[in-house]
């Protein structure tokens, strides 16, 4: 059974950082594209940024610039850090394991707002 749980976010300020870690079991997490999404009320999920097998990057540009996603396929974690973040960054956010790019697998989420 494949487990995603999320943790490290929280309420922020304005300009304020955070981590977000992303523990992953029953899975080959070596083989798999691990990416973070984020949903706001109202809104579709998007990604945030995704990390490959490889261990090469992508980043949408909502976040661009301003996070690094990075992995430990030791520990099975995957995790963003996220910098000078900003009220529209306020939104729950969700780790995804895609292996094969055929079996996708979400976490519950993790909230982060950000407000002052």
């Known amino acids: 059974q494949v487990q995603l749980v999320e943790s490290g976010g929280g309420l922020v300020q304005p300009g304020g950082s955070l981590r977000l870690s992303c523990a992953a079991s029953?899975?080959?997490?070596?083989?798999?594209?691990m990416g973070w999404y984020r949903q706001a009320p109202g809104k579709q999920r998007d990604l945030v940024a995704e990390?490959?097998?490889?261990?090469?990057?992508n980043y949408a540009d909502s976040l661009k610039g301003r996070s690094t996603i990075s992995r430990d396929n030791a520990e099975k974690r995957v995790y963003l850090q996220m910098n000078s973040l900003k009220p529209e960054d306020t939104a729950v956010y969700y780790c995804?394991?895609?292996?094969?790019?055929?079996?996708?697998?979400w976490g519950q989420g993790t909230q982060v707002t950000v407000s002052s």
């Open positions: 995804n394991a895609l292996l094969r790019d055929t079996d996708s697998y």
């Open positions: 990390i490959n097998s490889d261990y090469s990057t």
């Open positions: 029953g899975i080959i997490f070596n083989w798999c594209t």
